[in-house]
């Protein structure tokens, strides 16, 4: 099992710039692709951002210029590094793992977790 913590969330006025981390623990062979998504209550939880655990990486079209992900495969840690804030990404957001339970698996587990706020003020 993987337990996945967000942290780096918070208040900020538009324009402004926040980093989320979310650090992998517990049992696992291998973190494959990890990313964020992000939900407001009402609505469906939109992915952000995804990156593989080679560095490839893909960002939501509302998104791109601004957000930055990326990870630290030694820390088992993925960051989402975002900037020039607007209101509309106020949402919580959550982190997610694709992860090998065993080196004999044949298929991904995911974990997800608990999500972090994140609010923009005009």
């Known amino acids: 099992q993987v337990q996945l913590v967000e942290s780096g969330g918070g208040l900020v006025q538009a324009g402004g710039s926040l980093r989320l981390s979310c650090a992998a623990s517990?049992?696992?062979?291998?973190?494959?692709?990890m990313g964020w998504h992000r939900q407001v209550p009402g609505k469906e939880r939109e992915a952000v951002a995804s990156?593989?655990?080679?560095?490839?990486?893909n960002l939501a079209d509302s998104v791109k210029g601004r957000f930055t992900i990326s990870r630290d495969n030694a820390k088992n840690t993925v960051y989402l590094q975002m900037s020039s804030l607007k209101p509309e990404d106020t949402a919580d957001y959550f982190c997610?793992?694709?992860?090998?339970?065993?080196?004999?698996?044949?298929?991904?587990?995911?974990?997800w977790g608990q999500g972090t706020q994140v609010t923009v003020s005009s």
């Open positions: 997610y793992a694709e992860y090998r339970r065993m080196y004999y698996s044949t298929s991904n587990s995911m974990a």
């Open positions: 517990g049992s696992f062979f291998r973190l494959n692709t």
């Open positions: 990156i593989t655990s080679t560095g490839a990486t």
